[in-house]
């Protein structure tokens, strides 16, 4: 290869050098604090026997520009909306209150957002879940240290009954002696009728049987001796964010309803429950929605025939007789 040609080719690389510079300078200004440009030209300069570049020009960032477009890119990935939906996590942990949002259609994106809330349940928090009438605040039902801060957080009477959310007629048939079958002696077979009514907003009064843990239906105070009352309220919500996190668990939770304190009025906004409740010692609060105020009906399935407590969400069936 001949001199001249050496030296046409050190020239034009010396003219593009010093043009990229230029262009350099302008696009990231003031560079004097960037890293080292000098590396960059290291091989070039090893190559085409380049003169040493001045320390001013040393300083200028070769890749500036490329660096800046990634950082841009980078911006521009982390405010995508559908980025968001389905990498970023929606629940956040303040003051000790882990508060979820989730989509009450339980769409397949959101199904994740529940694991924290099922690994507080098992190590026995104590939470607000949305059901298909109004929010719930639940426990595990074999936790009993859970159950008496359910207790104290909501100020339950000792008195009061809590039922137990289930998933399933298999978890129903576990807990409690189950729906009347009939005998094929005159009494009706009322399972047929109630696998109508669940999932949905009612409330059934069953027998418990010796695999619901004592501690579900004792009440009185700790003064007083400990009664045990046989019958538990059993529901089965038709609630897609309440079934996940049942399914999940493997076992019913413990439920009491969410209610103003002083007004003994239902609570339906997931906020406003989170700043009344959230200081008495919650552990989470799933955000499904505003609720509607309307209650579940609750139906006494220990007698026959069976007698409607209360008219809730669920209407009265043509087998339910009214309490008088």
Known sequence: MSTCFISYIRRRFARRTQKFLIQTKVYSGDLASSSSFSRSLAAAHGTFGLHSISNASRRVCYDAPKRRRFQVLALAVKRSPKR???????FTKE?????IEVDPSL???DSWKLEPVVHLLKQGGV???PTDTVYA??????NHSAIERLRRIKNVDPQKPLSILCHSFHDIDTFTTGFPRGDGQGHANLFRAVKHCLPGPYTFILT???????HCIRYGTAEAKYTLRKNVGVRMPDEPICQAILEKMGSPLISTSVKCPKENEWL???VVIADIYGPEGLDFVVDGGVRVADPSTVVDMTVIPPKLIRQGKGPKLHWMVAED
Do not use: F, H, N, W
Request: hydrophobic share 40%.
């Open 208 to 214: 418990a049987t010796k695999e619901l843990p004592k």
């Open 137 to 142: 605040i639940v426990c595990d039902l074999r």
């Open 107 to 109: 769409s397949g994106a």
């Open 84 to 90: 968001l939906k389905y990498a970023t996590p929606r």
């Open 268 to 270: 339906l906004d997931p």
């Open 127 to 129: 939470g607000v879940i």
């Open 95 to 99: 003051d000790e209150l882990l508060y």
